[in-house]
């Protein structure tokens, strides 16, 4: 097989999500899991998850036709985000989307546009709040304020229900994703606390809607069961009625372990004490943000002989594209294969064409191997453009 290449292990993928599904059905069995489309966009992936009855969580309008081209029905699609676009906006609603605002905009242009609904308009409000004083240290805008949803502190949530309060649109949810460095017990219990204080201003509320950010099968992290305990459990020291639907949104924990990056060496060279090992696949494939990841990984090779230190690298002109740093460990051999794990989160939706094209995906199940993604050529790259 040509590297570079993903491969999706379906067994891994299979088991994260039945993972989730169960802890929900222990726990609060009135749920729905969304997969948030924007942690990994791969088409035959997205596919899959509604095959398995998971909802599409979008956050723009090309998201959101993503998610209608794939197949899903409206009232399948949890539509987010601060910039949805008017007209789909409109779509979402009318086809009875779960539709979560984020602006006072948002909400002044759907009550100029109330007499365009034909039944009564129901959304959900994302809430902002500061987290970090709860959690010190686990948010990532850290002393900065959280800048998605109503604000709870300054007012701005009170004032957005009051606003739709005596209006033809009805509040039903309450949404409260947050991006955490920690995605700690202690801030999905802070979320939910939260969550509920606002829900005592809601008259008809249907649902919670907890966002994303879990960890998923990562070694020592929580596990699904103890996310939804500690969810659970403040629900009912809430009083939240079992009748209110609990929606949880999903990337990386589905989607960061059955994923892996292989690419091949091809050339090497030897700088002081430094054995440089050039592949055909790059640090933009695997963490495009090039942050300073500490890669798990494996390789095979032919040599038996150790070397003091070689440094991965990839095949662009960047500096910095380095992945693996090995001190003492058998020397790479042109033809030799390395294989990154964990490379399924913000990767394939993050990558960008940028020296080399989009690369091949392979799904693995079992023994059977299947490619769901053809490599990029200059023919996809020109689509689209006027040369001359
Ligand atoms: C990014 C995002 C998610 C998923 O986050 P993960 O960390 O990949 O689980 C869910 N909901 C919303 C609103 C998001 O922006």
Redesign the pocket.
Known sequence: MKTPYYLLDIQKLDSNLNGLTSALEKYWSNSQISY?F??NNLPWLLNWMKKNNVFA?V?STPEYELAEYIGYSTSQIIF?GPYKGNETLLRAIKGNSIVNLDSFEEIEFLLNNVNQFRHLPRVGLRINFDLESKCPGETIPAEESGRFGFNVENGDFEKAVNKLKNSKIQIVGIHG?H?TRTKSLGVFHAITTQICECASLIDALEYIDL????FGDKPGAPSFEKYLETISNVLHKNNIPSSVKLYL?????LVASPFSYICSVIAKKKIKDTTFVYTDGSMKHIAPQMSQIKFSYSRTTRSEHIVPRQVVSGYTCIEMDRFLDLDNQLELVSGDLITIQNTG?YTISLAPLFIEYFPAVYVKDGDLLKQVRKPWTTEQFVQNNIID
């Open positions: 948030s924007k942690t969580e956050v987010n994703h991006s966002g994303g950010c879990f949104e999903p990337g990386a924990a989160a």
